[in-house]
């Protein structure tokens, strides 16, 4: 199967089931996942203590719904998760139409479109839906229906680390807490474990490779509040997936000092392939790499998005589902953190084997007839010599040679195996 | 009273006052200036060495003007003292119209201005008058009469000194040797002692801070030889007060190497405040920071203007009168500085107390309710938190999160009052 | 004789003889040069390693033509060494036209041009012509004439080494490989005695001045591997010189990393009097800057050209004669060279003997008359001064003052005799 089709498969398969920052939903998600990848689940029981933070209680909903006066049921929990404000406490109650238009929450300038609405540290219940739906409710007496649990249980998040040759680690990590919707998140947690599958599957890795499947924002900072100063230590580079599933943009959001060494690979990709890239500076940020480049942890993270949370219409309804990604989308994502792990893998310094230029023609690099000019591939493979000094990395004699990290690297591996660079 | 009118009426009394580099005006000034706050006058006697310079005789006026054939007394010295040129020496004769005009000085191009002209190196007598005046003088026998003094007096200066909690320092200085004018020179003054008197107010202050007020150049110079060792220890950031009056503009000369503490301070606050303010650099200059900023002296001082000396074309004539300063232009400078002296005092570095973002929603600084968007507030809350790393002062923090100094002063302190930095 | 007549008429005498990177045609070129300036001419055994390279056999020519159908004689190496292909064999073959074909070359864009063909390094024989002359080939028996010889002989190249008042050395180097061609080459090898010339006519000289005249990139590298370590222990700048007789442009090819010594000095010249000058990046490379500026070499060196190679039309082509280089472009290429020279000569850092501003009025450096500006002078005189702190040198101090190299010398020379620098 082409590897946009299961992208978007696992998309589609995993937008029913209901997740949040706590709860089954979330062991469900990483089970489907793991067909792809081993993921190893952990359990977090609620009220553990994360820097500031406590792991609040576990969060399930059997069913929700409301009783309309002429007994229609709306608001259907099952209908579409996203009508059920989140970490609603379980109640069953009936009540005028005006009482509960306080519960309500619609767009109005978005009438089509059920928001997203959490409430994860005030108990507090309510129910989402459209505003056109919510314009026709009639006057009467409609009943309330929420059949969920808040309980000490525990919350769950997904590792998977792949080992490499040494232990300096890339990290790549997604979040699996929002219902139904495909772009913010589906489809980062679904490319998280599929460029785990890529690199699981390559013979040999340079790196040490640090999957994460996080509830946002507590999830992130109960896993640094366990694991920071290891990963202060190994950590290179790190990236946060979210919002990959669109083909509207490429939109970075750099680290909070903007020059963190995945900052350094991220920009020269952009620069030769994605020209047309926004970049985002931190004061836009909005997930994980909130925590991840918070002061004192500053890890050297960046996030990659196409159409950035909070920059598309949809973001944060009923509207970002399947029609807003597509495979082609996925692929091209696919393909862009791809590029950026083969940087990542070979950005190494090299330097040349001889003072002065070697000889080139008696290699066969180098046209033996001086004419006017050279051919291209001689100035490249001159030029491209010409950094390998041991102070410049692929990423330094890109810029220099103004040549794209993947065409730099195919001359640098022209010029290894001559002997001509070591 | 409001300050802008005790400002301005403070200007106001020190018009008449006849000053120049020495001399009784100089006296007479610091004795007015000593209403609003403490200022000790030191006198250096004529002949004192100070680097390469030597304090020149003291120079005092009773009496100066010009008769001219048909009786009539012109250029005369009390009705305004920029008639005489500066460090005229006495004398008394009768002269052809012709050998008179040798000795004066008018401005073709501003008819009706009397130029300020000194002459304090070399011995050299002379008047100045509009360019009206001197094309209506008729031939004939004029009588040059100047009844003043040069002698081995002393020169004086002012110096008050503000201690603060620490012995690291703050300087303003101005210059007190101009005759009559009043953008360059008075503001100046006036302006450094209402400064002087709101931080004398402070119940406290971190930094100590040294007001000067002294004859251009040679009263700098002579301060320097005197304190300099001191003063390059201590001195953090210093600022020349000149031409402050007027509504016209406002202007910084920056530093010799345009790199220093108190650049930086004036940058930031220009960039938010008055971003419409002119930079010039050193070599612009013209007031005191030709001294503080020599090589060798290097002490980290701007110098804060309006209209820049040498920009505006009534500078250095009788056209610098009360008619180009205004209580608002002096009440704007006022502020300005005030907000100088508000920012050094508080420019801290902060840390986060918490790894990972702290809970804001339980502190009431957040919206519990996730949605959208984040309000204002919140999102300027969460990006000065983002900064307080140990390594930004309130400087940094500004450009980094876009905020004025003022405000993140204001964030920063929410943030401290909630124990999320310290 | 003026000096671009010099330049002029050498470059005349040198036009006949056949040049190649080895060869009698070195000898008698730096024979002829010798008359400027007593070169020392060197000779390195063919198959001497260096580096990556082997010293190829000597090459000597003594006829090569072509013999036509028609018994005419063309492609006559005595008429122009262009006609015969650099390195091409002893042979002696009659053949159709259509084998001669095989081994002709010539410029279908520029049919009347013979264009300059070498095969250093493998054996290969050919004839240039014009398109023109080729488009009139007709069928028959042709007779190819090479009458070369290919042999363990020597490569030539000559030195000069100028002692200065330091073993710190500046270098000077031009290439002499190239037949009968006028810019590139004969304008740097002469251009490169004649500057020579100038500074061993100097009474003293603070630099040791190294001038090399060398078979390109093989006579780089030879040399580079004979004195490398001492020259990176001593170089501080060093030019190539290099197609310098034309008045089309000014030319720079910057240095590896574009930020050596060399580069410094050139950029500030070009600056303040050739401000219309190409810079060209490294990666523009194409004389023995290539081997100078190659990783692990990394001398501080740039390269000085009027029209770059590579960048005019006539560029190795027989059009490259004397119509395109001009006394007056070789004059002016001259000042230039020596405006450099002059420059690191004198590239010190001066440090003031007074603490603040020196009395400059007394030293009669001053208008002693304060009045509304300053003039010229004084405010440039000033501003040097206000520049030497000991960390800035003539060119830091040329780009603070905004001020050409030579005038800030000449203010500084004045600020020396009065003892207010040292």
Not at 154 to 177: A, H, K
Not at 240 to 263: K, M, P, T, W
């Amino acid at each position: 199967m082409e590897i946009e089709d299961s992208l978007y498969q696992y998309i589609e398969r995993l937008v029913p089931i209901p997740r949040s920052i706590t709860g089954n939903g979330v062991r469900q998600t990483l089970d489907i996942l793991s067909e792809i990848v081993p993921i190893v689940q952990h359990e977090v029981p609620s009220g553990t203590e994360a820097f500031d933070w406590n792991i609040p209680k576990e969060w399930n909903v059997n069913d929700a719904y409301i009783i309309t006066p002429d007994g229609r049921k709306i608001a259907d929990f099952h209908v579409n998760p996203l009508h059920l404000v989140g970490y609603s406490p379980p109640m069953r109650q009936k009540m005028s139409l005006a009482t509960l238009q306080k519960h309500l929450y619609s767009l109005p300038q978005q009438p089509s479109a059920i928001p997203y609405i959490t409430s994860y540290y005030e108990e507090r219940w309510g129910f989402c839906l459209t505003q056109q739906e919510r314009d026709h409710l009639a006057d009467g007496e409609y009943e309330v229906v929420i059949d969920s649990n808040l309980h000490d249980g525990s919350m769950t998040y997904g590792e998977l680390i792949v080992p490499g040759e040494t232990d300096e680690e890339i990290m790549f990590t997604s979040y699996v807490c929002h219902p139904y919707m495909a772009n913010n998140e589906l489809s980062g947690p679904v490319m998280n474990a599929h460029i785990a599958a890529y690199i699981l599957e390559q013979p040999k890795r340079k790196y040490t490779y640090r999957f994460l499947w996080l509830p946002e924002t507590v999830g992130a900072i109960l896993y640094l509040s366990k694991h920071l100063a290891y990963l202060k230590q190994k950590v290179i580079a790190g990236f946060v997936l979210s919002c990959i599933g669109d083909e509207r943009a490429f939109s970075v959001v750099q680290s909070r000092l903007g020059n963190s060494y995945a900052d350094r690979v991220v920009n020269v990709v952009m620069q030769f392939f994605y020209s047309e890239c926004k970049f985002y500076s931190f004061l836009d940020r909005g997930s994980d790499e909130r925590q991840f480049c918070a002061p004192g942890v500053d890890l050297p993270f960046v996030t990659l998005c196409r159409s950035k949370f909070g920059e598309y219409p949809e973001y944060h309804t009923s509207l970002d589902n399947l029609d807003i990604i597509s495979k082609n989308g996925l692929g091209q994502s696919y393909d862009w953190i791809l590029r950026l792990y083969r940087l990542i893998e070979n950005n190494n310094k090299y330097c040349v084997t001889h003072f002065c230029e070697p000889n080139l023609g008696k290699r066969g690099l180098y046209d033996t007839l001086s004419s006017k000019g050279l051919s291209a591939m001689s100035r490249h493979i001159r030029n491209v010599l010409a950094y390998c000094d041991g102070n410049h990395d692929v990423i330094d004699i890109s810029y220099r040679v103004k040549l794209s990290p993947d065409k730099t690297m195919q001359f640098l591996e022209i010029l290894k195996q001559h002997n001509l660079i070591h």
